[in-house]
Nanobody, 122 residues
Framework: QVQLVESGGGLVQAGGSLRVTCANS????????MGWFRQGPGKEREFVAA???????AYADSVKGRFTVSRDNAKNTVYLQMSNLKPEDTAVYYC????????????????WGQGTQVTVSS
């Protein structure tokens, strides 16, 4: 079973950086595509980034050039490095996993963490 737990969220000023982590305490995620989604206040959950088993990545246009997704299969962990943060990046960030290749829609992911809050002050 895949059990995802996010951590590393917090409060940061605009222009700052933050790294959120997704750790899996269940079976290995080595062969899974891992996705990051976020849900801002009053908004629907949206795709942020994803990385497949071969290290190929995809990003939402809104975060390209600012966010970087990476994985450490030995640690069963995925990271989302966020730089040049903006107030509109404020959201709960969720980690997700699926067995197939990169996808950008919420329903295409099978496993989900509980989320970690990221707040960017102006």
């Amino acid at each position: 079973q895949v059990q995802l737990v996010e951590s590393g969220g917090g409060l940061v000023q605009a222009g700052g950086s933050l790294r959120v982590t997704c750790a899996n305490s269940g079976r290995t995620i080595r062969t899974y595509t891992m996705g990051w989604f976020r849900q801002g206040p009053g908004k629907e959950r949206e795709f942020v980034a994803a990385i497949n088993r071969w290290g190929n990545t995809a990003y939402a246009d809104s975060v390209k050039g600012r966010f970087t997704v990476s994985r450490d299969n030995a640690k069963n962990t995925v990271y989302l490095q966020m730089s040049n943060l903006k107030p509109e990046d404020t959201a709960v960030y969720y980690c997700s996993a699926r067995t197939s290749d990169i996808a950008t829609r919420e329903y295409e992911y099978t496993y989900w963490g509980q989320g970690t809050q990221v707040t960017v002050s102006s």
